[in-house]
């Protein structure tokens, strides 16, 4: 039996397959029955492009409902898809497409040329292109193609995706992620959050994460549902297309904007179902004023790129500020002793590791299997690096991270990158990267840096000196100069320290 995802998302077509499955607010896009034609098309053209079971197809596109149809070629023809960040630069590409040997790389059209000369760098064989106006080399070879294709059989521990998450070394790692993986998050999804054929998501997520193509995406389809797609996150455009959906998943940022609108509501967002956040922690006072404004709680929940979705605070019942509710369907939680070698387990309301078991918990990395084993327990927990308890209602709380990372905006930005990178610049003796709080972005991106002896690196210096190799969203949003960092006695340096030296940058 098919065990693939797109063979599960077949047990859950709507009964009238002209209904909508993604609708852009020009009225393009894809009913059920387009979807079916448009990602055969799609797998036909991989396979002529030499796509094979099993090879990775690498993305780096504009938004499009293309591209999801891209996404659905990609797994029916049995190969890995790997999405990537649109704001990544050629530095960071190379390193992707060097570690994952793709198949073929499918960029937007106005990046074709420096694209072909990267992939051959790096050896991908094909380069084609897709563009978000149904435009590119891949669209036309896609044209003509029949509309049915044979589905490559899957099980459930086939790859279905990779999705590349930083490591504290700075060496980005591949998550490996299988059908089973899909298939299991999103049926658990659908139930904890009673997705049906009715509903109307409005989509305003990147779609090259796990937020946006599996939470988002994933779980609509897998109940018949619709979306709604926009491009990219404007507060006003969303506010006025609330009125044809019923459910919002967002990053903690789309809330905050959304707060500053005078449109929102009660009467705004009196036929919305649910507000979903997560990828970032949700503040209270965020919880707390949406709820004042618009009389509704905001259902927060917790996931991961290695796991999908582990915890979700209640369809119905109490969903808690600051909490992220009970495990999922089909999910173990536990919390365990972080500084002890074997798993052991903290009594109730203790904080420690938040490990995780069920089948949403990915493959491991992809060719690190040490560092695979070093985050995989043998009894198949998952430590999450995320430090949590469980209250005394069973509710789980995040409180702290174990892991050097910092959310900006629902963008995971590794300090050990950029700290790399700022340490080599003109005048730089050290550096150290914190995240501080932000009013928008919820945690902003700062570099700390010390100037060698007689030296006076600017800020602009240091901006200058990113600029280009790191994706935008990566940046710091300030650079502090100080005379010394502080550090411990093991020479260890205070990061806390730093980050209650500058809490107050951006608020
Ligand atoms: C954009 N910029 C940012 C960010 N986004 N800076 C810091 N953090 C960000 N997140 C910068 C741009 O580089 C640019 O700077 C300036 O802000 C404006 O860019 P623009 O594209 O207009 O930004 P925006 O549209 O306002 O984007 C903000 C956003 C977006 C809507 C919050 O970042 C977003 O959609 N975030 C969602 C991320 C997401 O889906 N995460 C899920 C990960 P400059 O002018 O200097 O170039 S999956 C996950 O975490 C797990 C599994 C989970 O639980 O979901
Ligand atoms: P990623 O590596 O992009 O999958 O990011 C996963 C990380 O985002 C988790 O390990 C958490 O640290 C964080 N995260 C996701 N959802 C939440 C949430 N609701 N509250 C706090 N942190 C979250």
Redo the contacts with the bound molecule.
């Keep these: 039996m098919n065990q693939s995802l797109f063979a599960a998302i077949g047990e859950h077509l709507p009964k009238d397959l002209n209904k909508a499955f993604i609708r852009t607010p020009e009225g393009g896009g894809y009913s059920y029955a387009e979807m079916l034609r448009s990602s055969s098309q799609f797998a036909h053209a991989l396979v002529e492009l030499g796509v094979r079971p099993g090879d990775r197809v690498a993305v780096q596109v504009d938004k499009s409902p293309e591209a999801i149809m891209l996404y659905l070629g990609t797994l029916r023809a049995g190969a890995v898809y790997l999405p990537l960040n649109s ?1 990544y630069t050629a530095d960071e590409l190379a390193y992707f497409l060097g570690d994952a040997e793709p198949t073929l790389f499918v960029c937007a059209p106005a990046f074709e040329e420096e694209a072909k000369a990267l992939a051959e760098r790096c050896g991908v064989a094909r380069v084609a292109t897709l563009g978000k106006r149904c435009d590119g080399s891949l669209m036309q070879q896609v044209q003509g193609k029949p509309g049915r294709f044979i589905d490559v059989e899957r099980t459930a521990d086939d790859l279905a995706a990779i999705l590349y998450t930083s490591g504290t070394t700075g060496r980005s790692k591949g998550a490996m992620i299988s059908h089973g993986n899909l298939v299991s998050n999103a049926r658990a999804l659908v139930e904890a959050w009673a997705i049906t054929a009715e509903d109307w998501l409005l989509h ?3 779609i090259f ?4 193509l599996f ?1 988002a995406t994933n779980s609509l389809l897998m109940a018949g549902g619709s979306l709604l797609f926009v491009e ?3 507060a006003a455009e969303v506010l006025r297309l609330l009125l044809q959906v019923n459910l919002l998943m ?2 903690p ?2 809330y905050t ?1 959304l707060l500053d609108q005078d449109g929102l509501t009660r009467e705004a967002v009196a036929h919305m179902r649910l507000f979903v956040s ?3 922690p949700l503040t209270a006072e965020t919880h707390k004023a949406f709820r004042e404004r618009t009389g509704v709680a905001i259902l927060e ?5 290695e796991t ?2 582990n915890t979700s605070n209640p369809l119905n019942g109490e969903r808690i500020a600051g909490t992220v509710g009970f495990p999922l369907p089909g999910v173990e939680l536990r919390i365990t002793d972080p500084t002890a070698k074997e798993p052991t387990l903290l009594p109730q309301g203790e904080p420690g590791m938040i490990e995780v078991r069920g089948a949403n918990v990915f493959r491991g990395y992809w060719r690190m299997p040490e560092k695979t084993a070093e985050e995989l327990r043998a009894d198949g927990y998952f430590m999450t690096g995320d430090i949590g308890l469980i209250d005394d209602k069973g509710y789980v709380q995040i409180v702290g991270r174990s892991k050097d990372m910092i ?7 590794y300090p050990k990158e950029l700290e790399q990178i700022i340490d080599t610049l003109p005048g730089v003796a050290e550096s150290a990267v914190i995240g501080v709080p932000h009013r ?2 919820g945690e ?2 700062t570099a700390v840096v010390v100037a060698k002896p007689g030296e006076a690196p600017s800020e602009a210096a240091i901006f200058a000196g990113l600029d280009g190799k790191l ?5 710091p ?1 300030r650079v502090m100069i100080v005379d010394a960092l502080p550090r411990n006695v093991m020479g260890k340096v205070q990061k806390n320290q730093l980050r209650e030296q500058f809490k107050q940058l951006y608020t």
Aim: charged content about 20%.
């Design positions: 704001g305003a997520l990147p994460h796990i937020h946006g939470v990219k996150f404007d967002g990053v940022t789309f904007r997560g990828s970032a929940r917790y996931g991961m790129t999908g979705m959310i900006s905006g629902g963008y995971n930005v928008d972005f902003g991106v994706a935008r969203y990566k940046q949003k």
